[in-house]
């Protein structure tokens, strides 16, 4: 259903019993913040088989996200195959990246793909089945790697300079919130340079110099770094240098985006 090939294995060049299995021909994943693909079931797996991910949200307070399925190799969700979409509703208003969501895909022997997601906090969960979902012909699966490959360096670029935006988001969140939570521990000074050099991260982000996003991202978090020190001096607290990173299979720093009719 899913445009299954059939993979064949010789061993020693000895060909007696060759065994035949269904696998995946192109990758399976969703689409994350910044629209990346990010592929929870990668290609020429053997099925069936089920992979879970647990992802957050991207903004404060959001209780609800989209889920877009996507089948391709390319690194962003748009030069891919849509498979469907999905809304996960109910989620309890929390600071982003705090809601855990989990997302599961399941391919059965037969190609139908079940994606689900649920919300591990309140138990929520929505889900979609797709039944000879691609309609992708062997010559079409071909083309579609084919173009993976040919745009394999491009793709890279533009995931790179989304994955440095996310990154500075984050830093620019994780600033703010600082900011909130101790700007009246610290000098008026500091506070100010801070806020300045979260102004210059949001221009530079806005653009796809990849070198200004950087330059700005690592002047802020030296800056949040001071804010450390300042407040260790003065025997507080200390507020985090940086943004957090995820540990794998926990929360991703590229969150599900946001459902666009929540606002």
Known sequence: ALGAAVQAGVLQGDVKDVLLLDVIPLS?????????????????????????????????NQTSV????????????????????????????????????????????????????????????????????SGLTKEDITKMQAEAETHAEEDKKKKEVVDMKNTAEMMIFTAEKSLKDYGDKISSDLKSRVEGVIENVKRAKEGTDMEAIKNATEMLSAEM???????QKAGAE??????????????????????????
């Open 225 to 231: 770094s001071k804010i450390g020190e300042e407040m």
């Open 238 to 263: 200390p507020a985090p240098a940086s943004a957090p990173e995820a540990q794998p299979d926990e929360i991703k720093d590229a969150e599900v985006k946001e459902n666009p009719e929540q606002k």
């Open 66 to 133: 989209e889920i877009h399925i996507t089948q391709g190799e390319r690194s962003m969700a748009s030069d891919n195959k849509s498979l469907g979409r999905f809304i996960l509703e109910g989620i309890p208003p929390a600071p982003r990246g705090m809601p855990q969501v989990e997302v599961t895909f399941d391919v059965d022997a037969n190609g139908i793909l079940n994606v689900k997601a649920k919300d591990k906090s309140s138990g929520k969960e929505q889900s979609i089945r797709i039944e000879a979902s």
């Open 28 to 60: 399976l994943g969703i689409e994350t913040l910044g629209g990346v693909s990010t592929k929870l079931v990668e290609r020429n797996t053997t099925i069936p088989s089920s992979k879970s991910q647990t992802f957050s949200t991207a903004a404060d």
